[in-house]
């Protein structure tokens, strides 16, 4: 025979507080972790926004310096572009078209570049907020058991 035999109801009200204590540890075990999930995530969220602005500081510091020096490539390229021109045209005019030649130039980079920071996306850290989302259903689901 089995020496497990189930307790009576007496004995269950004698114990008193004793089907408690298991409750507050698993209140207290539910806190500590939640305590570290949230920490946790925190953490991820800093490394994603870390590895974000590295890598936008980095694109943006590159974009900067290309365009200084492709500013001063330009200055050679259009002084020699009107000294061309005014061979055939007189100065101010050889100027004029050069620079007409400039502003769609410059119309269409700028184009270009709103099109790549669309493309982007938005430096939010999106796994992180997956994960928050994914962890607060668990959650909600465990709580509902």
Same mark, same amino acid.
């Given at each position: 025979?089995?020496?497990?035999?189930?307790?009576?109801?007496?004995?269950?009200?004698?114990?008193?507080?004793?089907?408690?204590?298991?409750?507050?540890?698993?209140?207290?075990?539910?806190?500590?972790?939640?305590?570290?999930?949230?920490?946790?995530?925190?953490?991820?969220?800093?490394?994603?926004?870390?590895?974000?602005?590295?890598?936008?500081?980095?694109?943006?510091?590159? /974009?900067?310096?290309?365009?200084?020096? #492709?500013? +001063?490539?330009?200055? %050679?390229?259009?002084?020699? &572009?009107? $000294?061309? =021109? *005014? /061979?055939?045209?007189?100065?101010?005019? #050889?100027? +004029?078209?050069?620079? %007409?030649?400039?502003?769609? &130039?410059? $119309?269409? =980079? *700028?184009?270009?570049?709103?099109?790549?920071?669309?493309?982007?996306?938005?430096?939010?850290?999106?796994?992180?907020?997956?994960?928050?989302? *994914?962890?607060?259903?668990?959650?909600?689901?465990?709580?509902?058991?």
């Amino acid at each position: 025979m089995s020496s497990m035999q189930p307790q009576s109801s007496a004995a269950n009200r004698q114990a008193g507080g004793a089907g408690q204590e298991p409750v507050a540890e698993l209140v207290q075990r539910a806190s500590q972790q939640m305590t570290e999930l949230v920490r946790g995530e925190l953490a991820l969220a800093q490394a994603e926004m870390r590895q974000k602005g590295k890598r936008y500081g980095l694109g943006g510091g590159l /974009v900067g310096g290309a365009g200084v020096v #492709a500013f +001063l490539m330009l200055q %050679a390229l259009v002084a020699a &572009v009107i $000294a061309a =021109l *005014a /061979v055939v045209l007189p100065v101010w005019a #050889a100027a +004029l078209v050069a620079a %007409a030649v400039l502003g769609v &130039v410059a $119309a269409v =980079l *700028a184009l270009g570049g709103k099109k790549q920071v669309n493309r982007a996306g938005s430096p939010t850290p999106e796994q992180t907020i997956e994960n928050v989302k *994914a962890d607060v259903a668990e959650i909600k689901e465990s709580a509902q058991r």
